[in-house]
C-alpha cells in the first residue's frame, strides 16, 4: 500500500471510529457532532446515569411485556428461594419457592407476563424473548453451565449481548453474591459487590431520589433485612433509597466497618447500553408475601414492580433527579 493510500485508509477507519463512538449508541450520528460516551476505564463499558449511555436500536419494540425470574443458585440458597426448581422454562412451583411465586404475582398484579427458572441454558437460549431479566437472588457462578463440554459461558456471552440491544437488569438481594470472577457483572452491579452482613435486622429505609421506580413509595419506611456491606461501593450510579443506619443495631459485622455515614440499599444506571436497577434488599420471606404485614414489604415491592416497568422502558428509566 502506497503512503497516499494508506493515509486514505486510516482516515476512512479514523472515522468509522468516531461514528462508532457517538453517543455510546452506534447509531447514525454526524461525526462532526460527536459526544463523547461515559465509557468505564475499568469495565470498558458505557455506564452511569447518561442516556446517551442507551443503545436506543427498538430491538425489544415488538417483544412483549414480558420478564424472566432467574433463581439458580451455585452457592448457598436463600431460604425464600426454597427447594430447587427442575430444569426448563416454567417448572412447577415448589410449595416453599416463595420468592418467585411472589415475584410472579407481582409482576402479573401490575399487568406484566412473568416466566422462571433456574436452568442456565434457558438464559444462553432465550434471554432476548424478555424486556428485562430479574436475578433473585441468583448466586455465585449462576452463569456458569459445568454439564456441557465446550461454551461453559454461553449464558454469560448472551447475558452481555443482551443488554447491548437494550435489555434490562434487575437484580435483588444475593444477586450480588454472584460472578464474583466476571469483572463485567460487578460492573453491571453499578461497580458493587457483597462482602458480608450483621445479623438479620430491623432499620428504616429511607427513599433519596424523585424516580419512577421511587414513586409513591413512602419516604420513610420500617424495613427488615440483612443490609449487605459493599466492597466495591457503588460509583457513577443514582441512588434511590438508603437505610439510616441510626437504627441499626448492630451497625455492621466484622471485619467490614460499615457504611456509617452512607448506606444505599437501591439505585439505578446505564449499562453498556442496556439499563440496570438493583438493590440489595430481599432477604427475608414476608418481604415478597401478598398482604404481608412484615416490616415494609408492600413498600418494597411496589419499590421492586415500578423498577421492573422502568427497565422495561414501561415507564422513564432513572431520570435526573430534581
Not at 148 to 167: E, H
Not at 282 to 311: D, R, W, Y
Amino acid at each position: 500500500m502506497n503512503t497516499s493510500a494508506r493515509a486514505l485508509h486510516l482516515a476512512g477507519m479514523l472515522s468509522a471510529i468516531l461514528m462508532g463512538l457517538a453517543g455510546c449508541g452506534g447509531g447514525d450520528s454526524d461525526p462532526q457532532t460527536v459526544v463523547a460516551p461515559s465509557i468505564d476505564p475499568y469495565y470498558n463499558v458505557c455506564r452511569g446515569v447518561d442516556p446517551a449511555c442507551y443503545n436506543d436500536w427498538g430491538a425489544f419494540a415488538n417483544t412483549p411485556n414480558r420478564v424472566l425470574i432467574y433463581s439458580r443458585t451455585a452457592g448457598p440458597r436463600h431460604a425464600n428461594l426454597g427447594t430447587p426448581m427442575a430444569a426448563g422454562l416454567n417448572p412447577a412451583m415448589n410449595a416453599d419457592n416463595v420468592m418467585q411465586a411472589g415475584l410472579k404475582r407481582m409482576f402479573e398484579e401490575a399487568g406484566i407476563a412473568a416466566d422462571w427458572t433456574e436452568d442456565v441454558t434457558v438464559i444462553a437460549n432465550r434471554i432476548n424473548n424478555y424486556k428485562a431479566v430479574v436475578f433473585a437472588s441468583s448466586n455465585r457462578d449462576t452463569l456458569w453451565n459445568e454439564a456441557v463440554t465446550t461454551s461453559n459461558d454461553a449464558a454469560r456471552t448472551a447475558l452481555r449481548n443482551y443488554m447491548r440491544r437494550g435489555g434490562g437488569f434487575v437484580g435483588l438481594h444475593n444477586a450480588f453474591g454472584a460472578e464474583y470472577n466476571w469483572p463485567y457483572y460487578e460492573g453491571l452491579l453499578g461497580n458493587a459487590n457483597f462482602y458480608n452482613h450483621a445479623p438479620n435486622r430491623n432499620g428504616d429505609v429511607q427513599i433519596l431520589a424523585d424516580d419512577p421506580s421511587t414513586q409513591g413509595v413512602p419516604a420513610r419506611f420500617a424495613f427488615q433485612d440483612e443490609w449487605y456491606n459493599l466492597t466495591p461501593f457503588p460509583t457513577n450510579v443514582k441512588f434511590l433509597a438508603k437505610v439510616d443506619t441510626a437504627t441499626l443495631d448492630p451497625l455492621t459485622a466484622s471485619p467490614h466497618p460499615g457504611h456509617k455515614d452512607f448506606h444505599p440499599v437501591a439505585w439505578c444506571q446505564y449499562y453498556d447500553g442496556g439499563r440496570a436497577w438493583l438493590t440489595t434488599l430481599g432477604h427475608n420471606t414476608h418481604s415478597f408475601q401478598a398482604n404481608s404485614e412484615g416490616p415494609g414489604a408492600q413498600a418494597f415491592q411496589k419499590l421492586v414492580v415500578q423498577g421492573v416497568k422502568s427497565v422495561m422502558g414501561l415507564t422513564p428509566f432513572c431520570t435526573a433527579t430534581k
